[in-house]
C-alpha cells in the first residue's frame, strides 16, 4: 500500500527538528505524536504539515512552539491520590533512614508533581535533607515549574487529591490566591533544582534514591522506553525507587528485569532485590 | 471494506445499557478485536470490564498499554486517558488535554484506529449526550472502514448518533438491536 502524504510529511518533519535543531522525537509512539503535530500546524494555520517543515528550518524562534506543541504540560497536584499515600507509608520510611536524599522528577512539565512531593516529604519531616533534581526537555515548561503560578480553578481537585492523599493540613496552607491565580509557597522549592534534561538524549547526571517519572514514558515506543528504564536504573542507588504512571507497561522492556515491584498496580518499583 | 479486523464502538450517556446488549449479541467467534470507548464517568474501569462481562461471551478486559488487541477480546479505554492503537495494533494510552470535553475521546480512539486498521474497520457510534465520535467515524469511512450508527430515534439519547450522521453519514443506521446481528454476519460471512 502507499504511503500517506501525511505519513511521509510527518517523517520529513521529525528529520527537520533532528537534523536542524538536535531534537529526536523518532522514537516516540507514533499515534499520539501523529495527532499532536496535526494539531500542531492547524493551530498555526497551516494547511499541511509541510507549512511546519518550512518554518522549522528558516524560522528563528519557531523551535519553541513546536516544543510547546509536542510536550505535555497536563498534570495535576496529587493525581491518583493512592500513589502519594502510598509513597509516603512505603517509601518515605525507607529513604528517612538516609542522611541526604536524592529525588529526580523526570519529565516534570509545569511542577504539579514536583511541588506535590516537595509537600508531602515536608509533612513526614524530611524535606530539609532532601535534594529535589526537577527536569524537562522543555525550557518553557521549566520556567512554569519555578514560577508555580496555576489557575485558581484547579484548586479545588486538586485539594481534594491532597486530601485522598492523606495530607495533614488544607493545600490553601501551601499558596496564596489572587484574582484567578494561585501560586505555591516559594519554599517548597528551596530543594529543588530546575534543568534542562532530555531523556531521548542526555545521560545520568545524579545518584537518586528515587526517581518520578510518572506518564512520561507512555509517549515513548519500546526502544525509547527501554533507553529511560536504563537511564533511570544506572541513575538509582541499589534498593532506590522508581515510580511511574498507574496504567503504564513495563512487561515489554528488557530493562524491567532489574526492577522488583513494591506495589505492581500503583507502578512502584525498587532497583533489585529480585526474590 | 476488506474483512473487518476490528470493531470500535463508542457511545456516552446511556451507553452501559446499550452495550450490554450489543456484545451480548456478539457471536463469540467473531475474528476481530472489540475495542470500546464510553464515558461513564467512574473512574473505575474494572467495575465496568466486569459489568459487561456478565452480559457476554466474550472475554471483556482493560485495554493495557502496549498490549496487543486480540481477536474475539473486548477491550475497554480506561478512564482518565486517551486510548489510541498503533500501527502494529498494539495499545497506546495518553494524557493529552481532553477531546470534547472527554478523555478517554472517541474521537482520539477512532482517528488513530482508522489509520491503524484502514479499511478492515467498524465504526459504530451509538446513544450519547454529547458530539464526540462524529469527527473519528468520518476518519474511519475517509480510510475505508465502515459506519454504523445507531437510529437516533432508538438511542437512549440521540445527540451523539446525530451528530455522527450530520457528520460522518453512516453505512448503516440502525436500531441497537440489529446491531450484533449485522456485525457477526459482517465478520463471520
Redesign the interface.
Known amino acids: ?1 502507499a504511503v500517506s502524504p501525511d505519513d511521509i510529511e510527518i517523517e520529513l518533519f521529525l528529520r527537520a527538528l533532528q537534523q536542524r535543531h538536535g531534537y529526536d522525537f523518532s522514537q516516540y ?4 505524536l ?3 503535530i496535526v494539531q500542531l500546524s492547524h493551530s498555526q494555520g497551516m494547511r499541511t504539515i509541510s507549512g511546519l517543515i518550512e518554518r522549522v528550518l528558516y524560522e528563528p524562534g519557531f523551535m519553541s512552539v513546536v516544543l510547546e506543541g509536542l510536550s ?1 504540560p ?2 495535576e497536584m496529587f493525581r491518583d491520590p493512592q500513589v502519594f499515600r502510598a509513597l509516603r507509608d512505603h517509601v518515605l520510611p525507607v529513604l528517612a533512614s538516609y542522611s541526604q536524599v536524592n529525588i529526580w522528577l523526570a519529565g516534570c512539565a509545569h511542577g504539579q508533581e514536583v511541588y506535590s512531593l516537595a509537600i508531602l516529604l515536608e509533612e513526614a519531616g524530611l524535606y530539609d535533607r532532601c535534594q529535589l533534581y526537577a527536569t524537562d526537555f522543555n525550557d518553557a515548561a521549566l520556567w512554569q515549574a519555578q514560577e508555580a503560578i496555576y489557575p485558581a480553578r484547579e484548586a479545588q481537585l486538586w485539594s481534594r487529591n491532597y486530601a485522598a492523599a492523606g495530607g495533614a493540613h488544607s493545600l490553601a496552607d501551601y499558596y496564596s490566591a489572587r484574582y484567578e491565580l494561585i501560586k505555591l509557597d516559594e519554599r517548597l522549592r528551596r530543594n529543588v533544582i530546575f534543568a534542562n534534561h532530555n531523556l531521548v538524549t542526555d545521560d545520568v547526571f545524579c545518584e537518586a534514591h528515587l526517581v518520578l517519572c510518572r ?1 512520561v514514558l ?2 515513548f515506543g ?1 526502544t525509547l522506553q527501554d533507553r529511560a528504564l536504563n537511564l533511570f536504573r544506572d541513575s538509582l542507588r541499589r534498593g532506590g525507587f522508581l515510580c511511574l ?1 498507574i ?3 513495563i ?2 522492556a528488557p530493562s524491567a528485569r532489574d526492577f522488583s515491584a513494591v506495589d505492581a498496580k500503583l507502578r512502584i518499583y525498587q532497583l533489585g532485590n529480585k526474590s | 471494506m476488506t474483512s473487518p479486523r476490528a470493531i470500535v464502538i463508542g457511545c456516552s450517556a446511556g451507553g452501559l445499557t446499550a452495550l450490554e446488549v450489543l456484545l451480548g449479541g456478539l457471536d463469540p467467534r467473531i475474528p476481530a478485536a472489540v475495542l470500546v470507548c464510553c464515558h461513564t464517568g467512574s473512574s473505575d474501569v474494572e467495575i465496568l470490564c466486569e459489568l459487561l462481562a456478565r452480559h457476554t461471551q466474550l472475554p471483556v478486559v482493560e485495554a ?4 496487543a488487541a486480540r481477536n474475539g477480546t473486548v477491550h475497554v479505554a ?1 478512564s ?3 486510548l ?4 502494529d495494533e498494539r495499545f ?6 481532553k477531546v470534547n470535553f472527554s478523555r478517554p475521546s472517541i474521537d ?1 480512539l477512532f ?2 484506529a482508522a ?2 486498521y ?1 479499511a478492515s474497520l467498524i465504526g459504530i457510534v451509538m446513544t450519547g449526550a454529547n458530539q464526540d465520535g462524529a469527527c473519528g467515524l468520518a476518519d474511519i469511512r475517509r480510510c475505508g472502514g465502515l459506519s454504523i450508527v445507531q437510529d437516533p430515534a432508538d438511542a437512549e439519547v440521540r445527540t451523539m448518533p446525530q451528530a455522527a450522521l450530520d457528520i460522518a453519514g453512516a453505512d448503516h443506521c440502525i436500531p441497537l438491536a440489529a446491531i450484533a446481528p449485522l456485525l457477526n454476519r459482517l465478520c463471520l460471512s
Open positions: 500500500m509512539a507514533p499515534a499520539s501523529k495527532r499532536r505535555v497536563v498534570s506518564n507512555i509517549y519500546d504512571g496504567r503504564e507497561s512487561d515489554f | 493495557g498499554e502496549r498490549a480506561p482518565g486517558y486517551h489510541l492503537v498503533e500501527h497506546a494510552l495518553s494524557v493529552d488535554p482520539v482517528a488513530s489509520d491503524a484502514g
